[in-house]
């Protein structure tokens, strides 16, 4: 059995699991203190509560989980669960009597949703602090779509929780994404406009844009791939952890089609001896983040099609291409490598008639054909 005590103003619970002893401020009100006991004796009665060992302050497990990421994840990932990491704590100071993990619940993270979608953001998405100006470039608001992303990596984050044995289940669990209304479809180039963008390229860039464009790979994907990851026998290109760096979804396989494998058996047969890359600088020298999207930048203007700024809208091709010739959703994301169905499924717009296909395939006999 657990108890009640107040300190100044302020109901706690005190009880125990496994023999550990776990005390927890409550409210102002005995009533509401009474109720969160009742709960937590009805949940130990359930065998709900009795898995973590210790309960852990919110900030040192995220401070252990950016370790953790640091060593598992990109340079580029890494950055990306810290951003939001310090969106959560900055929400969290709202919620003084939030302190640990077992105190997280499906309706803060519906709040922070709340809070995300009605504070200032800048134009990257970055909240514009409480107590701050509010600069003449920030809006309203943070788009859905990065709400979404938000919510996606802070459930992965207590996934980890949950492998740790720090908590039992995720507190995020039941909560809804946001329905995207407010993000442009992704920009992709047609088979006129991919033909125009090759033809403008030159030796240089021609084989690193048209691999781009047959296997759908990630910027980073692209400028780590060494000789090591080409597997000529199988015809299969392996993205894998290297010592220098690490996939961002996992590793994959993509298989090479014809050109693909002209393509990269040309390129082995005049490499370069100093450099371990497939794809490389002049003199051997790995290719820099922010170089082939310069070089995109005008090469897509010369071609006319200015507004393709970003390498990314070449995966985009890829993966609308497959779609539009009929490869169905599953395919695509595994040749992604998209970790969630529902980031391949902003490309279901592609192929309308895949549902009416699908139903096609059934042949049920009416009552009046049977045996």
Request: hydrophobic letters at 35%.
């Amino acid at each position: 059995m657990g108890r009640i005590y107040q300190r100044g103003d302020i109901y706690y619970i005190d009880y125990s699991v496994n023999g550990l002893r776990i005390r927890k401020k409550i409210s102002k009100s005995k009533r509401v203190a009474e109720l969160a006991l009742k709960d937590v004796e009805v949940k130990l009665a359930k065998g709900e509560i009795g898995i973590v060992e210790n309960d852990y302050a919110i900030p040192d497990f995220f401070q252990e989980y950016l370790v953790f990421s640091k060593t598992n994840h990109s340079d580029k990932t890494f950055l990306r669960y810290r951003v939001i990491i310090d969106h959560f704590l900055h929400f969290l100071e709202r919620h003084p009597r939030i302190h640990h993990l077992s105190d997280l619940n499906p309706k803060l993270f519906e709040d922070y949703k709340t809070w995300r979608r009605t504070k200032h953001v800048m134009p990257n998405g970055q909240p514009v602090f409480e107590g701050e100006p509010v600069p003449k470039t920030a809006r309203l608001g943070a788009k859905a779509n990065t709400i979404n992303m938000e919510l996606g990596t802070l459930r992965t984050i207590m996934n980890q929780a949950i492998k740790w044995g720090y908590l039992k289940e995720n507190p995020t669990r039941g909560v809804s994404m946001l329905k995207v209304n407010d993000s442009k479809k992704p920009r992709f180039l047609t088979e006129q406009e991919c033909k125009k963008l090759l033809d403008e390229c030159g030796a240089e860039l021609h084989p690193i844009f048209y691999t781009f464009l047959n296997t759908g790979m990630r910027l980073s994907e692209l400028i780590n791939l060494t000789w090591d990851d080409i597997d000529f026998m199988r015809k299969k290109i392996k993205i894998q952890t290297k010592s220098f760096w690490h996939p961002k979804t996992g590793e994959r396989e993509i298989p090479m089609n014809k050109g693909m494998e002209e393509l990269l058996t040309g390129l082995q047969k005049r490499k370069k001896k100093a450099s371990q890359f497939v794809f490389h600088l002049k003199n051997g020298p790995k290719i820099p983040d922010n170089y082939l999207r310069k070089k995109l930048i005008v090469i897509a203007k010369r071609c006319g099609f200015s507004d393709v700024t970003k390498i990314h809208s070449l995966r985009h091709t890829f993966a609308s291409h497959l779609i539009m010739k009929g490869v169905d959703l599953p395919t695509v994301q595994k040749l992604m490598g998209h970790s969630d169905i529902q980031t391949t499924m902003i490309y279901s717009h592609l192929s309308p008639d895949h549902l009416v296909a699908a139903v096609d395939k059934l042949s049920f006999l009416s009552g009046d054909e049977e045996d």
